[in-house]
């Protein structure tokens, strides 16, 4: 379980590593820093693809074989991304690094699910969602550190390193699986079909606000001039790494967690976040307030992640686990890439129109979530 974890952060945080090295990155391809951030964009979208590919790919070879060939792709992807002398071949790169660093997550939690008892299976996911969470604020951080020693093109040198590392850890530690084999093309089939489900779709649409209100309200943070967030220690970087104790917090409790059906720690997690996002509305100049209000968000977040995947497995028919996986990081990364447009298009001179529009987000994933509740005790018990 740690050692998925820690993977999950360096893996996941291959999208946010080129975000602490933006002006040596400029500076070295000789374009801007805001050209430069769309090599971030370019892993993103490759990286959405990939998802799709990963679930066929695991229902066909089976999620231990498709997560470490996938891993040990990404270890060789890292390294070239350090040659480029020009943007072009970097974002051609970066494309490619995407498109085998995507592998992981689905793989990573289909595997949980297929292979972990049922009294660790809720840990174990909320250890891995919530890594990738935090790997947007750790990578960046690290990667900044280390380019001052390396440079850049050294991290993504010692990226490639440490993913083979963890490749050959998981190699060891990942049990052998018995795979029944299933033709890739009826498993590319299967993707459309899981979209049939209501439930699933309606899990899927509340999936996306996950990231979408994740995203949005720290652009909402970032794009204000709210006196709060300026009196913050640390400013909005002091915000966001405060977020991190948090989801350990929620990690350390999800052991107990699993008493509770997936359905309600969903939709609590979607009510606890509309509660943290309205205390930050609510907190005008008050740093203490504002602090406490994107704490509790955070942790609620975390909260959240974790329960969909859960539910969305266990509505999901059997034989359509990984792809019901892949189309939940599909749309986790589509809610994602939406959440900055929504904070930037509706924010007003302070925190309120972007946050009020979090908070409606999350409730109307808190709805969607309660109605998929038929059957549960029943999926409970396939599960």
Do not use: K
Not at 53 to 74: D, E, H, I, Q, Y
Not at 120 to 136: C, E, I, N
Not at 163 to 192: D, F, K
Not at 329 to 346: D, E, H, K, R
Request: net charge positive; hydrophobic share 55%.
């Amino acid at each position: 379980m740690a050692v998925l974890a820690v993977t999950g952060i360096l893996a996941v945080g291959q999208t946010y590593v080129v975000l602490g090295m933006l002006e040596q990155i400029a500076a070295d391809l000789h374009t801007t820093q805001a050209a430069a951030a769309t090599t971030s964009s370019v892993f993103g979208v490759a990286y959405a693809a990939g998802f799709l590919a990963a679930g066929p790919l695991a229902t066909r070879f089976g999620a231990r074989r498709v997560l470490l060939a996938g891993l040990s792709c990404a270890s060789a992807a890292a390294v070239p991304v350090s040659f480029p002398t020009t943007l072009d071949s970097e974002l051609v790169l970066r494309a490619l690094q995407g498109l085998c660093t995507a592998v992981f997550a689905p793989c990573a939690l289909v595997y949980v699910s297929q292979h972990f008892p049922l009294r660790l299976r809720t840990l174990a996911t909320t250890a891995l969602t919530t890594a990738f969470l935090a790997s947007a604020v750790v990578m960046p951080l690290l990667a900044a550190s280390a380019a001052a020693v390396l440079g850049w093109r050294g991290v993504f040198t010692a990226c490639g390193a440490l993913l083979l590392i963890c490749t050959m850890c998981l190699w060891m530690l990942l049990q052998y699986q018995q795979v029944n084999p299933v033709p890739v093309v009826q498993a590319l089939l299967g993707l459309p079909r899981v979209l049939r489900s209501g439930r699933l779709l309606a899990l899927y649409v509340a999936t996306a606000g996950v990231l979408a209100g994740y995203i949005a309200f720290f652009t909402a943070l970032q794009l204000s001039s709210s006196t709060a967030v300026h009196n913050f220690p640390g400013g909005l970087q002091g915000l966001r790494l405060a977020t991190l104790p948090a989801l350990v917090a929620v990690t350390g409790a999800a052991g107990i967690m699993h008493r509770l059906s997936s359905w309600q720690r969903a939709a609590g997690g979607f009510i606890l976040a509309a509660c943290g996002a309205a205390a930050v509305l609510a907190a005008g100049g008050n740093a203490a307030v504002l602090g406490a209000g994107v704490l509790v968000f955070a942790g609620a977040i975390a909260l959240t992640a974790p329960a969909l995947v859960a539910r969305i497995i266990e509505v999901a028919p059997p034989e359509e686990t990984a792809g019901a996986t892949a189309w939940y990081g599909t749309f986790m990364f589509l809610g994602g890439s939406i959440g900055p447009v929504l904070a930037a298009s509706v924010r007003g001179a302070d925190l309120g129109n972007a946050v009020l529009l979090v908070i409606l987000v999350a409730a109307a994933g808190s709805v969607l979530v309660v109605a998929t509740r038929r059957d549960s005790q029943g999926a409970a018990r396939r599960g």
